[in-house]
C-alpha cells in the first residue's frame, strides 16, 4: 500500500537554495512551476510554435547556469522574466537578420475570417518592430503587464519603457492605417 507523504512541499526559496547546491529535483521543480510563464512570454512575444519549445529550454538553462549569481531567492520569477526577456530579445535579433516575414501566422487562424485577418495585420506588424520596441509593447499591451512590471523585466526605467512603449503605439498605428 502506497503512502501519502505528510511532509510540508519546499517554498520556492527553499527551491531555488537546493537547486543552488545542485540538487536537480529542486531544479526540475522550479521548471515545472514556471515553465508556463515562461512559455506564455515566449508565444506571446515571438508569435510562433516552432521557436517555443527551444526558447523555454535555453531560457531555463540560463537560469541553471546564473543560479549562483541569484541574490534574492524570493524573486525568482522576476528574476527568471529577466532571463526570458533578454534570450527572447537576442532571439528576436536573429531572427531578424533571417527573414522579415512570418512563417507561423497560421498559428492564429481564427474561427471569423475577419478577426484572423485583423490578428495577421497585427502580427505582420508586430514583426516589423525592432525587439527593443517590440518586446515592452506586447508584455505591457499583450500580456497586461504594468509599466513598472515591464521595465524591471527589460533592465530599462519606467521612462524609458513608457517612450518605446509610445514608439512602439506611433509605428504600429502608421503600419496598419
Known sequence: MATLSLLPRPKKADLVHLARMGKEDAFKELYFKHAGYVARMVYAITNSDSDLEDLVQEIFLGAYRSLPGLQDTEKFAAWLGKIAVRTIFAHLRRRRKVSTTNQDMDVYAAVDGEQEELRCEL???????????????????????????TAELCEISLATVKRLIRQAERHLQERLQ
Not at 123 to 138: E, G, H, Q, T
Open 123 to 149: 502580427y505582420r506588424a508586430l514583426d516589423s518592430l525592432p525587439p527593443k520596441l517590440r518586446i515592452p509593447w506586447v508584455l505591457h499591451r499583450h500580456e497586461k503587464m504594468s509599466l513598472g512590471e
